[in-house]
């Protein structure tokens, strides 16, 4: 949830840290802090609001020079989002500085504890408490690395510690559990980051941290233990993009570039799949075609933007292979009392490898015996490494909050997994999946279609004074119409609900007022009983006066007379149309947005990566 830097080296550690953070912001903007070593005491700084407000109080109160230190942007869990809150926080003598991502789920117990033994504590939050609590094991004989093995054995909940002793400025040491941290690897300085955009402008070298492991990094080197202080080990990659893929590239927004990048995001995420002989194959699918084969049901977990993509990927795998599918949010899926065996093959979807809720169902799955199976966009993050095969997306760095190019690229894996599984299980010849195979290739020169037009910024335009819109969708249209909700409720921060079109008279026709915008996902043509059902939508919204906006396909005219506005898409089949559909809602949202004044990158109270439950 949080974004967290350090550094120790040969540079100043406040321009490292700073623009370290600067690349971390997307994971939270209530506040942000710096600590650094000098000279035998921790300079530090921190305010409320996003980095800018810290960057202002530095330019008025410069700290010392020091090539060793930390910083942390916030996402508020415990305590409200001001500089007594944010981080870092300080042990009681001051000699100790510490960052923090995640909860500690016992802080109330350890805070009585402290506070009968006389300590003060200065703010609302579960961290400073594991900051008094190293700086007592320090002042009892013990350096930093020993301090933060004993302490974490204490801790319950899921945290990435990262912490300084002013006495000693050779070191920076962390800790993980149930949260990201990711070490980079330099030359004659070490770094440790949130992920890698944290130091991705120095070293492409990066090392992965298992499950409760603490991590000292010095200039020399980096060393590895377990919480118990057993030696341990991380394991090493390279890093496949650089510096410029996180960059804005001339867009007014991260967002607005990431959409634009949808058609390399694609073909990147499809690269590699097919053998000389045109069989599939995935990344790291360490599960045996014998396995797969015993699979007879399919539970999908997903949060968000992810859940959506998991919608269409039931609809994917149902029609090739004939596996039932259910499709769960993760937050709710162990509370239930899933239905779990050696035969459920659970898909885990999550573009930062991070998401809490979807980690803790995994893990719940893992226990009932069944396979799970990830698609992830970070390399060597935790749901990747706990599951039993992977399907990595390739969408490069996502800054942008809300999701573009993830989505896309999901969807893209989904259709994958599905043929793959046609594939292991024989229900789809060779030929079949060859042709699905090919269309899935010709998607990224249609998507590039849709970005071409720029009518919708227009469309966009002219709804700044809208107060709600509703999006409707059948078949795979009907995630599209969600996430296009999502995506509006995101960044403008309007009331929008996406309906299948099916349930309108159910209920939400009553919602339908006179120019209410009401933007209609139309099947293609060719699937007429769907076409005629959604035209059945579009007839009673518009006869309630609702202005109607409706996606189509090139060349399908039977629509025109009952939409007020057009939006023209790609001929592509009905099961894959969710990946053009999708595209002008992002950009309606995004200009909207844009139009109003708000801050797209960094919608009002979200982080990119949630990491807490």
């Known amino acids: 949830m949080c974004g967290i830097v350090g550094y120790v080296g040969e540079k100043q550690a406040q321009a490292v840290v700073i623009e370290g953070l600067r690349r971390l912001e997307y994971r939270g903007y209530d506040s942000a802090g710096i600590a650094l070593v000098d000279g035998g005491a921790v300079a530090w700084q921190k305010r409320a609001g996003k980095l800018a407000n810290l960057e202002k109080a530095i330019v008025d109160e410069p700290l010392a020079l020091s090539t060793t230190g930390i910083g942390h942007t916030r996402w508020a869990t415990h305590g409200a989002p001001n500089d007594a809150n944010a981080h870092p926080h300080l042990g009681r003598g001051g000699r100790l500085a510490l960052v923090h991502n995640g909860i500690i789920e016992n802080f109330v117990e350890l805070r009585t ?72 690897l330099g030359e004659g300085e070490n770094f440790l980051g949130s992920d890698v955009a944290a130091f991705i402008e120095h070293t492409r070298e990066a090392l992965e941290l298992g499950q409760d492991q603490v991590v000292t990094i010095t200039r020399e080197g980096v060393s590895v233990t377990g919480f118990d202080g057993s030696p341990s080990e991380g394991r090493r990659y390279h890093v496949d993009w650089d510096l410029s893929a996180a960059e804005k590239d001339g867009h007014d927004w991260f967002m607005r570039k990431e959409i634009y990048e949808q058609p390399r995001a ?58 039932p599918v259910e499709v769960e949010l993760a937050s709710e899926f162990r509370y239930r009392d899933p239905i779990l065996n050696a035969s459920t093959l659970v898909v885990a979807i999550s573009q930062s490898g991070e998401t809490a809720d979807t980690l803790q169902a995994i893990r719940h799955a893992r ?56 594939q292991v299980k024989g229900t789809r010849f060779g030929d079949e999946i060859t042709e699905v195979m090919d269309q899935l290739d010709s998607m990224p020169a249609h998507i590039q279609t849709v970005l071409d037009d720029e009518a919708v910024y227009a469309l966009a335009r002219e709804h700044v004074g809208t107060r709600s819109v509703l999006f409707l969708g059948r078949h795979a249209g009907y995630p599209v119409a969600l996430e296009g909700a999502l995506k509006l409720k995101e960044l403008a921060y309007l009331h929008a609900e996406g309906f299948a079109a099916g349930e309108l ?56 007379p009952y939409a007020d506005v ?16 999708v595209v002008p809602l992002q950009l309606f949202a995004c200009e909207l947005a844009t139009a109003l004044g708000h801050d797209v990158d960094q919608p009002r109270n979200l982080a990119k990566s949630v990491t807490v439950e």
């Open 266 to 323: 694609v073909a990147d995420s499809l690269l590699g799949r097919r053998t000389p002989s045109g069989a599939l194959q995935l990344d790291e699918m360490r599960l045996s075609d014998e396995e797969l084969r015993d699979i007879d049901k399919i539970i999908i977990i997903a949060c968000g933007t992810s859940f959506y993509a998991g919608m269409v990927a039931k609809y994917a795998i149902e029609h090739w292979t004939r596996i």
């Open 367 to 422: 226990l009932q015996r069944s396979r799970v199976l990830a698609i992830c966009n970070t390399n060597g993050s935790t749901i990747p490494r706990e599951s039993d095969a992977v399907i990595y997306t390739h969408a490069g760095p996502e800054i942008g909050v809300a999701s573009t190019k993830g989505f896309l690229t999901q969807l893209v894996a989904c259709y994958l997994l599905a043929l793959y599984l046609a």
């Open 113 to 184: 504890g402290l506070e009968n033994a006389g300590h003060e504590l200065a703010s609302e939050t579960d961290t400073e408490v594991a900051a008094h609590l190293l700086e007592l094991e320090l002042d009892a004989g013990a350096d930093l690395t020993t301090a933060m093995q004993r302490v974490c054995c204490r801790l319950e909940g899921a945290f990435t510690l990262v912490a300084i002793d002013a006495t000693d400025p050779s070191r920076v040491v962390a800790a993980r559990r149930n949260s990201p941290l990711v070490v980079g």
């Open 505 to 560: 008279k159910h209920g939400p026709i009553a919602l339908v007022e006179d120019r209410l915008p009401v933007l209609c996902v139309v099947p293609p043509q060719g699937r007429d009983q769907l076409r005629d059902k959604m035209l059945s939508g579009i007839q009673e919204v518009r006869a309630r006066g609702a202005r109607t906006i409706c996606l189509v396909e090139e060349g399908d005219e039977s629509i025109e």
């Open 566 to 581: 057009l939006v023209r898409l790609p001929k592509v089949p009905v099961l894959l149309q969710p990946l053009v559909a």
